[in-house]
């Protein structure tokens, strides 16, 4: 990814406190300023309300900070399946969102033609595999050595296949997951907490804890088996991986597998909350914003990235949203992203990328 | 044998630039032009003007706009059409707040709007580029879209909440509302994207086009050979937005007539334009109209050329087919011809060059 630019900024205000301290100043001049010419409220609308609001009510806030919290769950899950494909093969796998889609609806579909729920999820498994060596034979192989953005036209490609796909198979009619056959718990947990009542869903607490459970068994493939030493070894340099013997085919397979694997589970998880259906593909974009606060390349990253966007925007809806007519979840991930952008370039985790003449 | 270029001599160096350097070129563009005034309206049935032509003609003039700042200045956007939706409601308040103005001109106007929201949404272009450019157009076409929804001053505070295209007249004919024709349509599309194809075609060949080629091809030389980054990329969102914004007018005008409009300019519709680019070929203004004409002629002839065929498949089935069919046609054409259409179309005169004898 040569092509992401981190042009130096002009070195005016080099020292990035002395920024962050003009900034500040900047903002609370502008406040004092504001707040005397405020005849409408507009401002106190949006600078001191809000947070009266959260003070007065802790309990609103926390219930509302656990909503984030579980959709960052979900977005962090998405963001995970880009990292894994993006680090090992350098393809911006926009394919992820749907092939989230199509592992949740084969899942389904295996379950009401009658194949027990076990069963089924270890027969989608295979599905996903059989994705992966398809991807891998008839999309990668033969873009070798094409420009990124050739690559990611091609995810796009897999994409659509497999909405055509999928809705062939399957219908395009929104399914019910089948959480209880799979032990996954549901109903609610009341919590008195900050003298009010926070309800939490047990299937978000789990989804948590599987995500967490997930990403620890991942860190451990990457770092103590063979297959993850030489994963890692891609992701540091194809011609370098392939000079000791790695056989780049074999590697890929294993990614998009792998993020196969991610994908059932985030399929399974955010099944049991909604319903399965192709709505997941707009949400999946939402992975884009995490990413770039998380980094391209790394699996820390996506996991904070998603929380702060989904908290970020769960928080912007419900306290800021009801200002300009609500429904600023739909973009407000992205200029949380844009304006990090400005000052972070390569993400909280991410590698620094240095452009060359 | 028929298409060389022995014997044409060039004497001046205008001749030396043309953009269709060989007689047979020129003459192949008169032809298509000639086919699309009068054979088109005259033996083509009303349907397959008003839902084959139109929509091409009008997805092509967005390719071009899209292809301008990512075919020739390498800019990625996937908020194709949030810009063609600020174009068509800034049209829909443009032709209510001054009806007597001919809504040609207006729609012509209405690209100037769209195309400062682009510079504006451009802006972080300055600092980002590839999929991080993405991401900011993605912010654009959310943001726009929710706009279209919540700001209920942009469609006049209708009850539907959606355009309602008043009728329009030139000479006393409609051009738009329910009572013009397809065939009124067609020629004000045509005329529109003929003529802006032109300035188009001048501009990419131009000062601008080529400081958009540098900045493509590498930013850094470009600034030292003198090339404005700044200037470069704002005017490249400025110009591919005022396309799109044009066609984005055209569409919910000409073609669609009124209805969701909020709907019409999704995230969907920016991927197609997208893959239109793509596919018809990255910095080629021909390669726009081929992409246009493979994604948006596709489906409609699967839908009714398979039946045709003997292919039972109908309704939901046949858009899944399609489905399908795009997408292993996308990668198809990825492995086989990364350089689209436009590619093949050059390879194929230059073979139609050297036949009959090759060698």
């Known amino acids: ?357 | 044998m028929l298409y060389r270029e022995a014997g044409q001599y060039k004497s001046s160096y205008a001749s030396d630039m043309a953009v269709f350097p060989l007689k047979e070129d020129r003459i192949g563009i008169a032809v298509i032009l000639a086919i699309a005034l009068v054979a088109v309206p005259f033996l083509g049935s009303d349907f397959f003007i008003a839902s084959v032509m139109i929509p091409f003609l009008i997805f092509s003039l967005a390719a071009i706009g899209l292809n301008i700042l990512t075919g020739y200045t390498g800019l990625i956007s996937l908020g194709t059409a949030a810009f063609m939706g600020v174009g068509a409601y800034s049209c829909y308040k443009l032709t209510t707040l001054f009806p007597g103005v001919n809504i040609i001109v207006l729609i012509l106007l209405s690209g100037l709007f769209s195309a400062g929201i682009g510079v504006l949404f451009g802006l972080p272009s300055l600092r980002i580029k590839g999929f991080y450019l993405a991401v900011a157009t993605l912010a654009a076409q959310f943001f726009l879209q929710w706009a279209f929804v919540r700001v209920p001053w942009l469609f006049n505070y209708n009850a539907s909440g959606a355009i309602e295209v008043p009728q329009r007249t030139l000479f006393d004919i409609p051009l738009t509302g329910a009572a013009a024709t397809p065939e009124t349509r067609y020629f004000v599309c045509l005329g529109l994207v003929v003529v802006l194809t032109w300035f188009a075609s001048n501009i990419v060949h131009g000062k601008l086009g080529r400081s958009w080629m540098a900045v493509r091809d590498m930013d850094i030389a470009a600034e030292l050979m003198g090339i404005k980054l700044l200037n470069a990329k704002l005017m490249a969102f400025a110009v591919s937005s005022y396309f799109c914004g044009v066609a984005g007018a055209m569409m919910i005008f000409l073609w669609y007539g009124g209805g969701e409009a909020a709907d019409v300019f999704s995230i969907r519709l920016s991927f197609n334009i997208l893959f239109m680019v793509i596919i018809g070929g990255l910095g080629s203004l021909i390669g726009s109209f081929f992409g246009a004409a493979f994604l948006s002629i596709l489906p409609t002839a699967l839908k009714f050329g398979l039946p045709a065929l003997g292919i039972p498949i109908q309704g939901a089935a046949a858009e899944h087919v399609t489905f399908m069919l795009v997408g292993a046609l996308i990668i198809t054409f990825l492995i086989v011809e990364p350089h689209g259409l436009a590619r093949l179309w050059q390879i194929g005169k230059q073979k139609l060059r050297t036949w009959p004898f090759p060698y």
């Open chain 1, 1 to 357: 990814m040569s092509d992401i630019a981190t042009r130096p900024a002009p070195s005016l205000l080099a020292s990035p406190l002395v920024k962050f301290g003009l900034i500040v100043a900047a903002i609370v001049v502008a406040l004092a300023i504001g707040v005397r010419l405020d005849t409408s409220n507009t401002l106190y609308a949006i600078f001191v309300d809000p947070f009266q609001q959260m003070v007065q009510a802790p309990d609103l806030l926390v219930q509302t900070v656990w909503e984030g919290l579980v959709s960052g769950v979900l977005y962090a899950l998405i963001a995970l399946g880009f990292v894994l494909i993006f680090k090992a093969s350098g393809v911006f796998n926009f394919a992820q969102g749907i092939m989230v889609v199509f592992a949740a609806l084969t899942l389904v579909g295996l379950y009401e033609k009658g194949v027990p729920a076990f069963l089924a999820v270890i027969i989608t498994l295979g599905v996903m595999f059989a994705l992966a060596v398809t991807i891998e034979r008839v999309v990668l192989r033969p873009l070798v050595n094409q420009p990124d953005i050739i690559l990611f036209m091609a995810t796009f490609g897999i994409t659509y296949f497999l909405i055509g796909f999928g809705e062939a198979l399957f219908g395009g009619n929104p399914k019910q997951m089948i959480a209880e056959q799979l032990y996954l718990p549901k109903g609610a947990v009341d919590l008195q907490i900050l003298g009010g009542l926070v309800s939490l869903q047990k299937i978000d607490i789990a989804a948590a804890l599987i995500a967490s459970l997930m990403i620890a068994a991942l860190a451990a493939f990457f770092q103590y088996t063979r297959i993850g030493r030489a994963l890692r070894a891609v992701a540091d340099s194809h011609k370098a991986a392939l000079s000791v013997g790695i056989s780049l085919n074999q590697i890929w397979v294993i990614v998009w597998f792998t993020a196969g694997i991610v994908a059932l589970i985030t399929g399974i998880m955010w099944g049991a909350r909604s319903d399965v259906s192709f709505a997941l593909e707009i949400v999946a974009l939402k992975a884009l914003p995490v990413l770039i606060l998380g980094g391209f390349t790394s699996i820390p990253g996506a996991i904070v990235g998603g929380l702060i966007i989904g908290i970020g925007e769960k928080l912007g809806e419900f306290y800021w949203g009801p200002l300009v007519g609500g429904g600023i979840e739909s973009w407000l991930a992205y200029f949380i992203a844009l304006g990090f952008l400005l000052f972070r370039p390569q993400g909280l985790f991410g590698d620094k990328i240095i452009e060359r003449i």
